[in-house]
């Protein structure tokens, strides 16, 4: 069968690869100039290594995961909000791994023979009609295909496409750092894996172990809008976090603005009616892109791409569509319990005032076990 993927970030690299292992005749079309994922570093959690496990994937990825004793919510100054076990969630469901992006795109992306890509091309628009679809980019026919999968990322053009009158992506109204760094002597291992938490402005502060040599940072904070640049965005969260604990300003200071990413938050307003449209699917970010905050984007898409796979196998042009109807009914339920998980979980860790304070009081009183059961849950969502 041949099947077109429209975008090469981590979801659709990972459905090309899948699908080409079928046997399908796969291109992959990619608006950018090259094949790269930029940013610092991500996790992938356990339900999404098993996905890359099912895809042939998770060889390179498994090499990362996090070695760490403690995970949890902590108060601005580093005091335990709601510690958990990690050691005892991950013997439960299996560890996260973290990881370069780059890194995971390279290992993603490696098994895919170069003439499958085609970099530099935009997809404009999708033309099904009974017998295909044909893909066109700047005003012509790049392909033509029995099925297309649409992976091009939240702000999907095809989405906007496929479902007419779909009111697209929600700010959140935060802002989110990340840097990457070599790691410092004398970290507080407890510090790692840990959030910290603000209630006096709701700012959240993230940290975890790349490999053994690099620590992976991010914040999230109310949004300045229009965002400011990474020196200024930079600037402003020092001065958000001077009272922190002092790692946080250490490492954010010790991270030069040209290794810092600045993103405002969206994501849908609402989930699409399906992510099934005859010959064609969406899968990623177009189809549930949610705040970051249970760190699952990536590992829903990784999901997607093997649910994908799975239903593909063996596909004839003729059940396309069947099959594909098939794909949606497994993914998108639980891709949209997640999405609506992570809403509530952006709230809950930004909380002022009043609110925030009986969190705090509340996430105090969880005992460990209980706390170590829900982290458990959480990675293995
Ligand atoms: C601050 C932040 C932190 C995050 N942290 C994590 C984390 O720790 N763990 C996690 O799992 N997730 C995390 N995420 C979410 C995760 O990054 C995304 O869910 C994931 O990258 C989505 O992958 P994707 O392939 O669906 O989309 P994308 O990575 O956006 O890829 C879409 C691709 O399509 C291409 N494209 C777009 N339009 C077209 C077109 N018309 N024609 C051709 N190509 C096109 C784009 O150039 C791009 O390459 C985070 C997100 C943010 C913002």
């Known amino acids: 069968?041949?099947?077109?993927?429209?975008?090469?970030?981590?979801?659709?690299?990972?459905?090309?690869?899948?699908?080409?292992?079928?046997?399908?005749?796969?291109?992959?079309?990619?608006?950018?100039?090259?094949?790269?994922?930029?940013?610092?570093?991500?996790?992938?959690?356990?339900?999404?290594?098993?996905?890359?496990?099912?895809?042939?994937?998770?060889?390179?990825?498994?090499?990362?995961?996090m070695l760490a004793a403690r995970a949890g919510l902590r108060d601005r100054r580093g005091r335990p909000l709601l510690v958990t076990d990690a050691v005892t969630a991950q013997q439960e469901v299996g560890a996260p791994a973290i990881i370069d992006r780059a890194d995971l795109h390279r290992a993603l992306r490696a098994p895919?023979?170069?003439?499958?890509?085609?970099?530099?091309?935009?997809?404009?628009?999708?033309?099904?009609?009974?017998?295909?679809?044909?893909?066109?980019?700047?005003?012509?026919?790049?392909?033509?295909?029995?099925a297309v999968i649409a992976a091009d990322g939240i702000g999907s053009r095809l989405r906007g496409q496929l479902v007419p009158g779909h009111p697209g992506l929600r700010r959140t109204g935060r802002m989110d750092l990340r840097g990457m760094l070599p790691r410092p002597p004398g970290v507080d291992p407890d510090l790692l894996a840990c959030q910290l938490v603000d209630r006096r402005n709701g700012a959240m502060f993230g940290l975890f172990p790349v490999g053994e040599h690099r620590l992976y940072w991010f914040t999230d904070s109310q949004l300045q809008d229009p965002p400011p640049g990474a020196d200024e965005a930079r600037r402003r969260m020092l001065a958000l976090m001077a009272d922190w604990h002092p790692l946080v300003t250490a490492l954010?200071?010790?991270?030069?603005?040209?290794?810092?990413?600045?993103?405002?938050?969206?994501?849908?307003?609402?989930?699409?009616?399906?992510?099934?449209?005859?010959?064609?699917?969406?899968?990623?970010?177009?189809?549930?892109a949610m705040p970051p905050d249970l760190g699952q984007g990536a590992s829903q898409a990784f999901e997607d791409a093997a649910a994908l796979t799975r239903h593909l196998t063996g596909a004839e042009p003729a059940d396309v569509a069947q099959r594909l109807l098939r794909y949606d009914a497994d993914r998108r339920p639980s891709a949209n319990r997640i999405m609506r998980a992570a809403s509530r979980q952006s709230r809950l860790t930004s909380r002022t005032g009043i609110a925030a304070w009986a969190r705090d009081l509340l996430l105090r009183a969880v005992p460990s076990r209980l706390a170590t059961r829900q982290l458990a849950a959480l990675w293995h969502a």
């Open 252 to 288: 954010i200071e010790a991270t030069p603005p040209a290794d810092i990413y600045v993103d405002p938050i969206a994501c849908l307003a609402e989930p699409p009616p399906s992510y099934a449209f005859g010959r064609i699917a969406l899968l990623g970010d177009a189809a549930h």
């Open 112 to 146: 895919l023979p170069a003439g499958l890509v085609r970099t530099g091309i935009p997809v404009e628009r999708l033309e099904p009609d009974p017998t295909g679809v044909t893909v066109i980019s700047d005003g012509a026919p790049v392909a033509r295909a029995d």
């Open 1 to 65: 069968m041949r099947i077109v993927v429209v975008g090469a970030g981590l979801g659709g690299v990972s459905a090309a690869v899948g699908l080409h292992r079928l046997g399908h005749e796969v291109t992959l079309f990619e608006r950018g100039a090259e094949l790269r994922e930029a940013g610092t570093g991500i996790v992938v959690m356990p339900n999404g290594l098993r996905a890359l496990d099912a895809l042939g994937l998770a060889d390179d990825v498994r090499g990362h995961v």
